[in-house]
């Protein structure tokens, strides 16, 4: 039987990233998109949607997104859906569904211009993929 895992994404963010690194030295970046889509509805009448997805970035991947991006930049995010759980400090459980990057790509330019170093790291496909070996501590907190 054949599977597959794998998310393409194009929104923009709807906060700063946040750059954290593992006790390994490894970077890791969080970010959060809105992705808008237009639907017609059972009335005939065109319908606007959100949906709001929380993104991981590891190694220089997040490094280069947690430097070069802001709310509101355009991004291309291809990766795969990953769930993990953990529990608050108040002992409660909690389950997400996040998309673990594989590429990112930096879209349109913040106030249309954009520095040699951002245009560099903007043509660049990053490879994001997750280290191998990595388990997720409880000092994470999800988004």
Do not use: H
Not at 42 to 66: H, L, P, R
Not at 77 to 83: D, H, K
């Amino acid at each position: 039987m054949a599977n597959l895992n794998k998310v393409l994404l194009i929104g923009n963010l709807t906060r700063d990233p946040e750059l954290k690194f593992t006790p390994q030295g490894t970077a890791v970046a969080k970010l959060g998109i809105a992705v808008n889509r237009q639907y017609k509805g059972s009335d005939g009448e065109w319908k606007k949607q959100t949906d709001f997805f929380n993104i991981v970035v590891w190694g220089k991947a997040g490094e280069n997104c947690s430097k070069f991006l802001t709310k509101g930049r355009s991004v291309f995010v291809e990766g795969r859906l990953q769930t993990r759980s953990y529990e608050t400090q108040d002992k409660q459980k909690r389950t997400v569904v996040e998309v673990v990057a594989d590429n990112v790509q930096f879209l349109g330019p913040v106030g249309g211009q954009r520095s040699s170093e951002d245009a560099s790291a903007y043509e660049s496909s990053m490879d994001a993929g997750e280290p191998d070996g990595f388990s997720d501590g409880s000092s994470d907190v999800p988004f």
